[in-house]
């Protein structure tokens, strides 16, 4: 694993990783699993201990049983025993209501006791992995307790999982009460799409390479997809999902965090401030749309009963916990503009949904056309179209799509593609994306992480078609067969403009 410049990474800082939420599924299937790689990579410091908080009441060798046997089943690599039984070592449990005092006071007891045997130095890493109701309260006590106070140089970070809010409410309450009591440099607000090897390559391709920033602008580039695309249904998370839907549950965080990516403008330097400041300006700069406007640059849609993979998929609407009237979205696709002088002019049409044909997280841009003047005497009567694609999930690699001459005597010409895949370039070991998010936290670097100026200029984007939305109820609403690729409103939206969606393939 490296770091930028493809340094050698170091062991991170000595601290105790406090889990509130360790009992839950988010602890077993992605975090337990996630400080394994790095564990087996070498990058967790000796002086390190972890202490899960947690509602239920289970016995210390219950809980280590429990994510011992999660490590097996979820696990992106073979486990070295010796590696897991270490770190399953350094674990000890608490059990308690995360707004209880007392609960905290017995945190407190337990980390004196853990801080001494394990000589972490007093640097403290707490990860929510709580429900969202939670995360204010959590913030709140550990700040007013003194656990998260920094003094005599050692650190105290928080991290805070999505969502982030609500609405853009919500999000301000949020954000409000936590820097009551934390300073924004304690506050890692994490999206593990960020974690992804190919997410953090958009700013390397763009930035590092002479051959694309130069076209990267409003005068070659047409228009940008953004495709978030799950074969997933809602399962068994009705109650939640029903209550939050798809513009809530994706656009702010994964689209947007892909959005100013792509859009952004370049940094004065690969540093934290620099590189989150540029995003949230991006994100400043995107229009917001009245709610009428919404309404025209927005499609929600929910999906009936279908088949994916040739299997049965029962409507949205009766599955368990989901209200048989909804009216919640389980996809969105939305056409944003961004009022910069790079982007003036380019929409960006962004798109994610549930029960959908396939599996695809994807960034295409599009270039415009080049001019057919000198082609229009030949046989010749059409251009491929320029894209340049980049492959996020399942298939991680850089499409590039231009045309050629067909061989032979005539002047015919065809769409060709040149693919890197990094699978083929790059010995990557399996990760669960959380393994550099974390290290990061760990050392201190925030560049992957959300600060709370662009987490407030995402939600003010998102509000009018929340407000709209909400406002004409089933109206507009959409349905989509399970196992297709979404409504018929969504390729209007593209259609008006001259424009169409890539295949979901």
Not at 38 to 55: E, N, S, T
Request: glycine residues 8%; charged residues 25%.
């Amino acid at each position: 694993m490296t770091k930028a410049g493809g340094t050698a990474l170091r062991p991170a800082d000595p601290c105790c990783l406090v889990i509130f939420g360790a009992s839950g599924d988010l602890t077993k299937r992605l975090l337990l699993p996630a400080l394994y790689n790095l564990a087996a990579d070498h990058l967790l410091p000796q002086a390190f201990c972890m202490i899960g908080v947690g509602r239920a009441p289970l016995a210390q060798d219950a809980f280590r049983s429990n994510l011992r046997n999660g490590l097996r089943e979820f696990g992106k690599r073979e486990i070295d025993e010796d590696v897991a039984e270490k770190l399953l070592g350094c674990l000890t449990y608490i059990d308690g209501d995360a707004e209880d005092p007392q609960t905290y006071e017995r945190l407190q007891q337990e980390l004196t006791r853990v801080e001494g045997e394990r000589a972490t130095k007093g640097n403290r890493l707490f990860y929510l992995a709580t429900p969202p109701a939670q995360f204010a309260p959590i913030g709140c006590r550990l700040g007013g307790s003194g656990l998260a106070r920094e003094q005599n140089g050692v650190w105290r970070r928080l991290i805070v999982e999505k969502p982030f809010g609500s609405d853009l409410a919500s999000a301000r309450e949020l954000n409000r009460k936590l820097l009551e009591v934390l300073s924004e440099h304690q506050i890692y607000r994490i999206d593990h799409y960020l974690g992804k090897e190919t997410v953090q390559n958009i700013l390397v391709l763009r930035f590092a390479n002479g051959l694309f920033e130069p076209i990267w602008n409003r005068d070659h580039i047409d228009h940008v997809q953004i495709t978030v695309s799950e074969q997933l249904t809602v399962g068994h998370r009705g109650r939640f999902y029903d209550a939050t839907g798809a513009l809530r549950d994706m656009v702010p965080n994964h689209l947007f965090q892909l959005l100013s990516l792509v859009a952004m403008e370049p940094p004065a330097r690969f540093e934290a401030n620099a590189v989150r400041a540029e995003k949230a300006e991006l994100l400043d700069a995107t229009q917001v749309h009245s709610e009428a406007d919404a309404l025209r640059n927005g499609v929600r849609g929910q999906y009936r009963a279908g088949y994916i993979a040739n299997e049965a998929v029962e409507d949205y609407r009766k599955t368990k916990d989901v209200n048989p009237d909804s009216t919640t979205e389980t996809y969105v696709a939305l056409k944003l503009m961004i009022d910069n002088w790079r982007w003036a002019g380019v929409p960006f049409y962004l798109r994610t949904g549930k029960a959908l044909r396939s599996q695809l997280t994807q960034v295409a841009v599009k270039f415009k056309q080049a001019p057919f003047t000198m082609f229009r005497d030949t046989p010749v009567d059409r251009l491929a179209q320029n894209f340049l694609v980049l492959g996020i999930q399942p298939n991680e690699c850089i499409s590039l799509k231009f045309n050629a001459k067909v061989p032979g005597p005539a002047i015919a010409i065809t769409g060709v593609g040149m693919t890197f895949k990094y699978a083929d370039y790059f010995d990557a070991a399996p990760s669960t994306g959380y393994e550099t998010l974390i290290y990061d936290c760990m050392i201190g670097d925030a560049i992957l992480f959300q600060r709370a100026d662009g987490i407030e200029a995402g939600w003010r984007v998102v509000q009018p078609f929340i407000d709209a939305w909400r406002g004409a109820g089933a109206q507009g609403l959409v349905a989509y067969a399970a196992g297709s690729e979404g409504p018929p409103a969504a390729d209007e939206l593209l259609a008006r403009d001259g424009r169409r969606w890539r295949t979901i393939e």
